[in-house]
Nanobody, 124 residues
Framework: QVQLVESGGGLVQAGGSLRLSCAAS????????MAWFRQAPGKEREFVAR????????YYADSVKGRFTISRDNFKNTVYLQMTSLKPEDTAVYYC?????????????????WGQGTQVTVSS
């Protein structure tokens, strides 16, 4: 059974940092894209960052570029999201996801395994 478990969320002041982790179990995902999405109250789920399964390419939403860094440890079957210079508008539930192929995309429809989410709250 595939399971993704996020951790590392919490309450932080604006300008602060957090590191999210997503541990996958049930199968190996080294050949698949892994991504982070987020969903704020009353808003649709939106793409944050992704790491491809091959060639180690990373992609970011414009809103987080330069502040967030996605990384993965295939040995641990874990993906991370280092978040710095956090803003109140970063407040959301953050989800990790595994793509249907190695490349992934910014569309949530291209991901078929999801974690339960971890809350990130940034106070002003």
């Amino acid at each position: 059974q595939v399971q993704l478990v996020e951790s590392g969320g919490g309450l932080v002041q604006a300008g602060g940092s957090l590191r999210l982790s997503c541990a996958a179990s049930g199968r190996t995902f080294s050949s698949y894209a892994m991504a982070w999405f987020r969903q704020a109250p009353g808003k649709e789920r939106e793409f944050v960052a992704r790491f491809t399964g091959n060639y180690d390419r990373t992609y970011y939403a414009d809103s987080v570029k330069g502040r967030f860094t996605i990384s993965r440890d295939n040995f641990k079957n874990t993906v991370y999201l280092q978040m710095t210079s956090l803003k109140p508008e970063d407040t959301a539930v953050y989800y990790c996801a595994v793509g249907r192929d190695w490349y992934g995309s910014q569309s949530s429809a291209e991901y078929h395994y999801w974690g339960q989410g971890t809350q990130v709250t940034v106070s002003s």
